[in-house]
């Protein structure tokens, strides 16, 4: 196992900070990844951070992330939409936690459902950027002993 972790961002992601503030909040991507990254080194941990709005590269990076300590995964809309996200994580065997920085059981209907959640190890929503320190803690935290 690597000592990498993966922070994945679909869709619109790249728009935080000017993306409805009001729901997401005021910090940027790049906040978003100075945050992850601090986190990760704090655990000894590698960051592979990268942001797509073509689900293709989300599966591909999904793929790639195994033998990993895991994937901390934003999904955005796919979260809600895409069987090809949840094939990647389950076909890999990857450790995953599903992660949101709003409370998407207090938004529309259509966003209470996830096709991911099955497949992953936890999920955490509703705590803005630290959503992702908590994604990345539980993963460092969780992995196998080294031998």
Request: charged letters at 15%; glycine letters at 10%.
């Amino acid at each position: 196992m690597s000592d990498t972790i993966h922070v994945l961002n679909g869709p619109n992601l790249n728009l935080l900070g000017t993306r409805e503030p009001g729901i997401y909040g005021a910090a940027t991507l790049a906040d978003v990844e100075a945050l992850c990254r601090t986190t990760a080194a704090q655990h000894g941990l590698e960051l592979v951070f990268r942001q797509s709005n073509h689900e293709g590269d989300l599966v591909d990076w999904i793929q790639a992330a195994a033998g990993s300590v895991g994937v901390v995964l934003n999904a955005g809309a796919y979260t809600h939409t895409s069987v090809a996200l949840r094939d990647a994580i389950a076909g890999t065997g990857v450790p995953a936690v599903e992660v949101h920085l709003s409370n998407v059981f207090a938004r529309e209907p259509f966003r209470h459902h996830s096709y991911l959640s099955p497949v992953v190890r936890g999920v955490i929503c509703g705590f803005g950027p630290q959503s992702y320190v908590l994604g990345i803690t539980a993963l460092a935290t969780t992995r196998p002993a080294r031998p």
